[in-house]
């Protein structure tokens, strides 16, 4: 390859360059500098270029990370599990403007719990007060359906609620136990699960709570060595809000029922992203709600009572939605429903249970199992990148045991929670502990992003 000076511009020029070109120059690269003339006397100069030099050592090293990056992020998206959910983030406004990782204190919410809200609006505009017989009636059994679909129950064992306390309160109003007065359960469980109880001890209920060895996990073992012939009851969480620890439920029931004890599982933080069976499980009463996983927003509980149990629960507190032949308005004889709904007490809120049918169908259409699949994969992978900088994990590192609930140990959280707000990063905190939780409409790039963010927060503070 040669470098051609040309001294004059004129077409005579270049026509006698392409001879010389053809008959002087047969040297190749060997040639180093040769002058020649054109036909109008204008000098031309051939020159070879400089030698290329060789690449330097911090450009090849360079490269070489860049290979093995883009390599690290196919092999990454090999190892993905379901990619394709990610056609869902259209379905969710939010998430075209916020990196959203705060699905266990509020799940998303979509465009089609919106546009249920909507209907809800427009029906009422339509029919009045004759939407209840003709259509939210069927509205609430449909909810009813779906919900005992997703936890492998039947219909006709389940009611709703307003909330996870309400729900919690129809049980214990409802539940005679006799002498068996003790309540057992974890120190970890949510405070709703243990006020219900603990209000009662004036009326003679005991309450023994399991303290955790770590302030993460419970050997299931400890809880069971706390059940003796004096409990009547065992109410825990299958996963723990704390943590994100999940319970072995079956081992804690059937040990539970040898006894002849009762076990109540508040599921809020499992449902509708970690598969559940409770008829397989043996569970006696589950309660969970809306507004979490299930993205269905608040106002809306559920209550599972085992078919067997039913008629053994009366609670207390009532209403006209719990009694029999409700819309015979008769004042002055009441008798409960024989299904569940006895434990249903005044007119529920309709509206929640228009967006929570639209939300319930996500979760039926996605798949509790592929839901879990993917939000296990991401919550690895932040587990992975928290271990990699040293930071210190509030949840368990094996995420067999552990729900999509990633805590870590950080000084002043609700500041960093604040900070990343500001970055359009949605996270949530505890005393001592910054939360983050991926749902399955969450991407890796989002885990980097956070993570990201925290290495300069934290730098800042330094």
């Not at 073992?221 to 969480?237: F, H, K, P």
């Not at 409700?326 to 309709?350: C, H, I, K, N, S």
């Amino acid at each position: 390859m040669f470098f051609v000076v040309i001294s004059g511009t004129n077409r005579g020029t270049i026509a006698s360059w392409k001879q010389c070109s053809m008959g002087g120059l047969s040297g190749g690269n060997s040639v180093q500098r040769k002058t020649s003339e054109s036909s109008n006397g204008a000098a031309i100069k051939i020159a070879t270029p400089p030698a290329k030099r060789a690449p330097s050592k911090s450009a090849a090293t360079s490269r070489a990370q860049r290979g093995a990056a883009a390599a690290a992020v196919r092999q990454r998206q090999a190892a993905e599990p379901h990619r394709d959910l990610l056609s869902w983030r259209k379905e969710f406004p939010i998430l075209q403007r916020k990196t959203y990782l705060n699905s266990c204190s509020l799940g998303a919410l979509s465009t089609r719990s919106m546009a249920g809200m909507a209907r809800f609006q427009e029906l009422w505009n339509e029919y009045g007060a004759s939407a209840w017989y003709k259509l939210w009636v069927g509205e609430i059994a449909e909810v009813r359906e779906k919900f005992a679909q997703i936890i492998g129950a039947q219909p006709h064992e389940v009611a709703i609620a307003p909330n996870v306390s309400a729900a919690l309160s129809e049980i214990a109003t409802g539940l005679d136990l006799g002498e068996r007065n003790r309540i057992v359960m974890a120190d970890l469980d949510f405070p709703a699960l243990a006020y219900q109880w603990m209000a009662k001890q004036r009326l003679g209920i005991e309450v023994d709570f399991v303290e955790s060895p770590d302030r993460m996990t419970m050997p299931t073992e400890q809880l069971m060595d706390a059940i003796d012939n004096r409990t009547g009851l065992v109410a825990t969480s299958r996963v723990f809000y704390l943590s994100g620890y999940i319970q072995d439920i079956a081992k804690l029931t059937r040990h539970a029922h040898k006894q002849g004890a009762l076990v109540l599982i508040d599921d809020y933080q499992g449902t509708g992203q970690i598969p559940i069976d409770v008829k397989a499980l043996d569970i006696d009463f589950l309660v969970t709600g809306t507004l979490k996983w299930l993205m269905g927003g608040p106002g809306l509980a559920f209550i599972y009572v085992r078919e067997d149990l039913i008629q053994k629960v009366r609670p207390s507190v009532t209403g006209w939605w719990g009694s029999r032949d409700m819309f015979e308005f008769r004042t002055g004889v009441f008798e409960y429903r024989d299904d569940a709904q006895r434990l249903e007490a005044g007119t529920p809120a309709v509206a929640p249970i228009f967006a929570a049918n639209a939300s319930l169908d996500i979760v039926l259409e996605v798949g509790v199992e592929r839901i879990r699949e993917r939000t296990r994969w991401l919550a690895d992978d932040l587990v992975r990148r928290i271990q990699e900088r040293g930071w210190k994990l509030l949840s368990p590192a094996d995420g067999a045991v552990r729900s999509s609930i990633v805590m870590l140990s950080m000084e002043r959280p609700e500041e960093l929670v604040s900070s990343l707000a500001q970055r359009g990063i949605i996270v949530d905190s505890r005393p001592g502990r910054l939360r983050i939780s991926p749902h399955f409409y969450n991407t890796v790039e989002e885990n980097e992003l956070i993570i990201s963010a925290l290495d300069e927060l934290l730098a800042a503070r330094e």
